[in-house]
């Protein structure tokens, strides 16, 4: 009898361990799945501000060819809420100019390149948009 109690403690300690380790596999999957999600959302977050500041960039320079026409050349890059902006125009016919408007976040990039036709005031005929890493360059003293 007492032989059979002891076996039945042995079965129930191997259970418990069994059951104890189906939990933490479980956890640590769980914990995986968040982890990568989470890292998706941080890279979703950093696109959407990069696409703002880039779509800014046209914005504010497509004002400004409507106001200066072929005499103006880009915006300088410049600090704004939440990043850097810049653009450059370049004229590739007589009423044609190729615009590229960039937004930087730390070290996050969304450019846009753009075909603008400036015969009835400045239209966008064509344009892509590119995302990705920016090395940003530090100075050294």
Known sequence: ???????????????????????????????????????????????????ALSDWAMAETLAELADKGHSFRGITERSVAGGTISSTVRPVGEWEVEVVAVGARDDWRSTITARVSLVTGPRVAWWQRTQGPHNVETSEP
């Open 1 to 51: 009898m007492v032989g059979t109690r002891n076996s039945e403690r042995g079965v129930s300690l191997v259970f418990a361990l069994a059951t104890l380790t189906l939990v933490a596999l479980t956890v640590a999957a769980v914990a995986a799945e968040i982890s990568s999600r989470s890292a998706g959302v941080v890279l979703e977050e950093r696109s959407v501000r990069t696409t």
